[in-house]
């Protein structure tokens, strides 16, 4: 399922959600202190590209916490709203389900990046 999940969801999709994330990660990276915040958009934009078979884990200390309040008023919450609406779009079938579920994995994460490691 996961390499024909892949597939699917960069056709049916994943492009734009990955484009989404490359797009916030230039913007960061116009500033000299954004561009740590950058390079985790485009290590993320990978993740949405095609995120079948991967897990998140979330960790983190003092220094995670300042960046995902920093991240969810700058550019976390337009990430999340967008993969949350997908998600729901894509759960009203029964054949979209497993594709909302990986929205609502990448709307996670758009709330909560700092201290995340894809596996």
């Known amino acids: 399922m996961g390499c024909l999940g892949n597939i699917l969801w960069f056709i049916f999709g994943g492009f734009l959600s990955g484009f989404s994330w490359i797009l916030a990660g230039m913007l960061w990276c116009v500033t000299i202190v954004g561009i740590p915040v950058g390079v985790q958009c485009f290590k993320f934009a990978s993740l949405c590209f095609f995120p079948f078979g991967k897990e998140i884990h979330y960790g983190g200390g003092a220094g995670s916490l300042l960046l995902n ?9 337009p990430l ?9 779009l894509l759960c ?7 594709f909302g579920l990986q929205h609502f994995k ?3 994460l ?3 990046p700092f201290g995340a490691e894809v596996i």
């Open 92 to 98: 009203i079938t029964i054949v979209g389900i497993p």
């Open 69 to 77: 309040i920093l991240w969810i008023v700058v550019t976390g919450l």
């Open 80 to 88: 999340a709203l967008e993969s949350a609406a997908l998600g729901c």
């Open 110 to 112: 758009a709330l909560m």
């Open 106 to 108: 990448i709307a996670k």
